[in-house]
Each structure stands twice: as structure tokens, then as C-alpha cells.
């Protein structure tokens, strides 16, 4: 990703807030996780290092605002944003903190952290008709399981594992959290037993990672080239059936094990965010149709006589379970009879109509609407 020209004062802008920390009373709330993008990877070449390096902060930062769309809105939500302005995402950000770095002449490599103000991003992916969503889906453990020429390995360094914790994926919309192989971990469950599907161990590896789910991740070899990765099981965002062989660009398994995580990672993505999307959408449509209704709500007063308090009540009863009835109250009330305000949604024919169904009889007498039992 490229910054557009006229980046000298968005070099400075984000030296600034890079330099300089931003304490949480002064931007307010401090975001979530959702909000910071991790291992965002720059490599810049200039006339000297300390060039190279501030054009590399700006890079990350406008990356990560990138790959930040990607992550709330959706692949179409980045390509609506394409082309904003190094200043104007610098505006959005909150902090930087450098992961990894190298440098020589000329030239800056590095990897880095890069946070946004919440409040921003919102307003400025609204202006776009983003729909961001928020909040996450339960976490799930996803166990790699590779099973290369000496057998299958969980814990030890491998590609497969390598390619799912590069996704750095525990914060996102979706998290996915891999255990971390530390000696709880390999006391817990060892290859053969997950290879075998030792439902009580795995279990209890979900237990310790307070996650919703666990899937195990099978990859290994494929004749043809590339892996074959598979990944079936039950999870917060239902089933979960995945196999298929994957091969990268570059020919090389490492590359093809990441493309097969990236994959798995933009399918549960996409699955969450439009399920969010349509809870979202379904609670607009329920709003606007109950502010509609209130807006259609007519009111008028009724006189209701009756002959006694138990017939009052059966009355009010039948009054209220009728269709269309929005409320009743009551503005005067006797022995023998009540003045009430009748609150209800389309024509009085209509009321007329639902209220015969009740066994009430609605008629205008004297100028005055009279209410009675049928």
C-alpha cells in the first residue's frame, strides 16, 4: 500500500502521536482490541534510513486502516475507501508501537502495532454507508494439527501451526485463539490423542482457553502439491466443514498453509459479520415498523357503562386482548359506568370490526362513541 503525495505533514503527524503516548482520559474510553491492528509489515527503501523510516510509519498506519476495513466492513468496504489521504487516516489514530525492526543505508524494515480512535473509524465508515460491526463472535480454539513425513505434530514448530498463529486472529471479530504449547498444554493432549479425536482432552483444552469451541485443523502434504487442509466440527457459528487442497503463488508449502488459515479466517469473518448484519437490520425494521405504528396510532374518548365493577372488568379484559388496541385509560369512572381514552392503530371501522370479534359493540350515539358487550 502506498501513500498518496504530500505525506511530509502526515510524517510528522504520526511521529508525533508516535513519539508522544496518548493517555486514555484524553481520547476517552480506550478501544478494544478491534480497534488495533498487530504485525503490520513494512518495508521501505529511501536516500537514508531515518527517510526510509518515517515513510515507513506512515505506510503501516495507512495499511492497517486498510486492513481494519477489511476487518469491520468487508473486502468492498476497503475498496470504497481507496484513496483517502495519508493526513486524513493519520487523523484516526491513536498510537503506534514498533513490534520488530531493522535498518540499514537507506532502507527500514519493520513490523508493527497501529491503534485507532474508535469514534473515528465509526464516523468516517459511516460516511462511506459502512456497516461496521463490533461486537464478537465467542472465542474458538483451533488445535493445528500437521501431519508431515515423521508423523503428526501440535506443538512442535511447523508450518501449519506457524500459518495460524500469524493470523494473530485472537482479537479479531471472530477470535481464534491456538494454545500456546506451553507445558500445560503438551501435559493436556499430545498428537496421537488428537489425531484420534480424544473428545475429554480437547475439552479440557477448551476449558483452559475459555473458548466456546475447538476445532482441529488437519493439514499435510498434498501428491499433487500444495496441502490438503481439513477442519470439520461444531462451533458458535454452526458447522464447520472445511476441505479442500490449497497451493500458493510461489509454490511453497508454507505459503500454501497460509493461504488455507487466510481462507478459513475470511470465511468466519464474513459468516459473522452477516449474521450481525441481519440481527442489525431486523432491529431497524422492528424499530421503524413500531414508530410507524405510533405515528398511525389514533386516540378518542368512549363512554362505557355497565352494570356493576365485575362487569367493568370483563369488559376492560376483552377490551384490551382486542387487535389493534394500543391502550386504555381511564379518565373518569362510577358505579355505572366509565369514560375511557381509547388509544388504537388503523380506522375505526377497523376497530369497530376487531372489537365485534371481542364481543363488544362499538356505536356513536348522540355525538358520543359508546362501548357495550354484544
Request: proline share 5%; hydrophobic share 45%; with cysteine.
Amino acid at each position: 500500500m502506498t501513500c498518496r503525495s504530500g505525506g511530509l505533514l502526515a510524517a510528522v503527524l504520526a511521529l508525533l502521536v508516535f513519539l508522544a503516548p496518548v493517555e486514555a482520559s484524553a481520547v476517552g474510553p480506550v478501544e478494544t482490541g478491534l480497534f488495533s491492528v498487530t504485525g503490520v509489515q513494512v518495508d521501505v527503501t529511501d536516500t537514508d534510513a531515518a527517510t526510509a523510516r518515517t515513510r515507513a510509519i506512515i505506510e503501516a498506519q495507512v495499511k492497517a486502516f486498510y486492513m481494519l476495513a477489511e476487518r469491520l466492513g468487508s473486502p468492498e468496504a476497503t475498496q470504497r475507501l481507496q484513496g483517502m489521504d495519508a493526513r486524513d487516516i493519520g487523523r484516526m489514530l491513536r498510537s503506534l508501537s514498533i513490534e520488530e525492526e531493522r535498518s540499514g543505508p537507506g532502507r527500514y524494515i519493520g513490523k508493527l502495532t497501529v491503534r485507532f480512535l474508535p469514534g473515528k473509524i465509526r464516523e468516517v465508515f459511516g460516511r462511506y454507508g459502512i456497516d461496521v460491526v463490533e461486537d464478537q463472535a465467542p472465542p474458538i480454539v483451533v488445535l493445528p494439527l500437521w501431519k508431515g513425513p515423521n508423523g503428526p505434530v501440535i506443538w512442535e514448530d511447523n508450518l501449519w501451526r506457524k500459518a495460524w498463529l500469524d493470523l494473530k486472529a485472537e482479537q479479531s471479530l471472530v477470535p481464534i485463539i491456538v494454545p500456546l504449547g506451553d507445558l500445560a498444554d503438551t501435559s493436556a493432549i499430545s498428537a496421537m490423542e488428537v489425531e484420534a479425536g480424544d473428545a475429554i482432552k480437547l475439552e479440557s483444552l477448551m476449558i483452559r482457553y475459555e473458548a466456546k469451541a475447538i476445532l482441529v485443523a488437519v493439514a499435510e502434504p498434498d501428491p499433487q502439491g500444495g496441502i490438503h487442509a481439513v477442519m470439520q466440527g461444531d462451533s458458535p457459528l454452526g458447522r464447520i466443514n472445511f476441505d479442500k487442497v490449497y497451493t500458493a503463488e510461489d509454490g511453497t508449502l508454507e505459503g500454501a498453509a497460509a493461504a488455507a488459515a487466510k481462507r478459513f479466517d475470511d470465511v468466519m469473518l464474513e459468516k459473522w459479520r452477516s449474521v450481525r448484519i441481519k440481527v442489525a437490520a431486523d432491529a431497524r425494521a422492528r424499530a421503524a415498523a413500531q414508530q410507524q405504528a405510533s405515528r398511525a396510532a389514533s386516540s378518542m374518548a368512549i363512554a362505557v357503562p355497565f352494570s356493576g365493577i365485575y362487569q367493568w372488568n370483563g369488559i376492560r379484559a376483552r377490551l384490551l386482548a382486542t387487535p389493534g388496541v394500543l391502550g386504555v385509560d381511564v379518565s373518569t369512572i362510577a358505579e355505572n359506568g366509565a369514560v375511557i381514552q381509547l388509544a388504537f392503530a388503523d380506522s375505526i371501522q377497523d376497530l369497530q370490526s376487531a372489537l365485534s370479534g371481542s364481543g363488544l359493540r362499538l356505536v356513536q350515539s348522540r355525538g358520543t362513541w359508546v362501548l357495550q358487550p354484544l
